[in-house]
Structures are given as C-alpha cells and as structure tokens.
C-alpha cells in the first residue's frame, strides 16, 4: 500500500511538473499571454479538482477590476460581474491588499465576501493576486464544489501558475511599452527628417537663384550638388568625379586650389 502510494505522487508530480513545464513554455512564447489564460487555468482547474476560475485585471484608469477570463459560470453571470470594485468580495480584496486568500469549507462560512461564490456552490476557494514588481495588476482565482479545503501541493500549483502569468503579463507590457517608445520615436524622427528636407530644399531653391556657381564637392571629388548656374555652364556630373566630367582628367588636377582647404581645415580664397 505505501509502495502504491508512492508510486501515485511520483506520477501526480511528474503530471504537476509537466504541467507548469507546458504553461511557462506557452506564456514566454506567446506575444499575447492573455489569449492563453483561458486555455491553460482550464488545464489547471482538471489537475486540482477545480470547476472555476476567474482573472480579473487592474483597469488603471477606471480604478476598478475586469472581468478578463473566466469558465465555469454561465455568460449572464459573467455579465453581471464583468466589472468589480476594490476591497469587493474575496477578488476585490485580495486586489486591494496584494495578498493571497483561501476560503475553505465556504457553505459553513459567514463571511460575506464569500457570499458571491457561494451562491456557485464553491465549496473552496484561493484567489492569488498576480504581482508586478510588488504592484497588482490583477488576480487569478480558482473556485471547486467537490471537496471543503485544499492540499498545500495545490495550492502551490496555483501560486506558481498566477506568478507566471504575472511575469507573462508584465513581459507584454513591456513590450507594448517599447514597441510604443518606438513608435513615438520613429514619427519624431520622420518629422525632423521632414522639416530638414524641408529646409534643405528650400537652401537649395536660394541657392538655384544665385547668379554665381555653387558647387558642394566631396572628399573623393564628387558633386552631390551644383546650382543651376554651374550646371548650365558644365553640365551635370551623373556620378562622376570632377575632375572627370570638367577636365576630362583620370586622375585629380595637379594643383587644386579648391581641395587645399581639405588639408588645412581653414576657408581659402583666391583670385
């Protein structure tokens, strides 16, 4: 009989790891663990005898709680409880204190928060809080009408579930916060850029207008730009150096007054 019975918490554990295994790998892969939560709690509530459970998230700008997966329940209900205040019930409270809460043998209970999951027939219930960086972003609670208590083993489960779910959840928050960040940053540089090109092409228009040649050359005797009055009197570079498409040279002039200014880092000017 001990054999046996050691032999099924071997298994159960085995079961248990595998479980937390399957639930961690889905979160981190996931860009949206919220979508998940459904799915992996209804796993959770098979494995500790559950047959509810309700996640609940901080809405920070209404300072209120809301309904974001549940199963269990029929859809009226879920309805009627979409949205929750602080300190309200087991959910609310937990939320507003950050601390976990275990309501066991609830038809026997008079506390009043467990007035609502008793009318479920819940006969026990854990609701955990779901922490980041000791800040509730929501709660995570699991609800059974087969048994009064729960093992600490499940209970455990439970808390390693809500705490990966936490850190899944903050991870996507983080991510939609850089992704925003981004974003943000990414119109900012487009604006400049805009307004630059703006501007430049305004120089350049000015600078079409000037009855003299202006002419912006490059380390490597490139013109990545000349006035309309230098083009007009040597034509355009198309790619070439200058002193390829104006002397008709294979290698730089001799004596170049112009690139001088190159090798003394100092206006020049000459005549």
């Known amino acids: 009989t001990e054999r046996k019975m050691a032999e099924q918490l071997l298994v159960r554990s085995?079961?248990?790891?595998?479980?937390?295994?399957?639930?961690?790998?889905?979160?981190?892969?996931?860009?949206?663990?919220?979508?998940?939560?459904?799915?992996?709690?209804?796993?959770?509530?098979t494995f500790v005898d559950c047959h509810v459970f309700f996640n609940y998230l901080v809405d920070d700008e209404k300072k209120r709680l809301r309904l974001n997966a549940y199963a269990g329940i029929p859809v009226k209900i879920a309805k009627e409880i979409e949205w929750l205040d602080y300190d309200v019930a087991v959910c609310g409270r937990v939320a507003s204190d950050g601390v976990r809460i275990v309501a066991e043998n609830i038809p026997e209970s008079d506390n009043s928060r467990t007035d609502h999951v008793r009318s479920l027939g819940i006969k026990a219930y854990a609701c955990h809080p779901l922490l980041s960086k000791d800040r509730v972003i929501g709660i995570l609670s699991f609800g059974t009408r087969s048994k009064i208590s729960f093992t600490e083993d499940e209970l455990e489960l439970m808390k390693s579930v809500a705490d990966q779910v936490a850190i899944a959840m903050e991870r996507m928050r983080f991510l939609e916060n850089l992704e925003n960040q981004v974003r943000e940053q990414t119109e900012e540089l487009n604006k400049a850029y805009k307004i630059l090109k703006a501007e430049r092409q305004q120089l350049y228009d000015v600078l079409d207008t000037l009855p003299a040649y202006v002419v912006l050359l490059t380390p490597d005797y490139h013109v990545p730009f000349a006035n309309r009055f230098f083009e007009e009197r040597f034509g355009k570079s198309n790619g070439q150096r200058c002193y390829e498409y104006l002397f008709n040279r294979t290698e730089p002039c001799e004596i170049c007054e112009t690139f001088s200014v190159l090798k003394t880092n100092a206006p020049h000017h000459w005549e």
């Open 14 to 45: 085995e079961r248990r790891f595998e479980l937390l295994s399957e639930i961690a790998g889905n979160l981190m892969k996931s860009n949206n663990p919220l979508q998940l939560i459904n799915d992996l709690c209804r796993k959770v509530m």
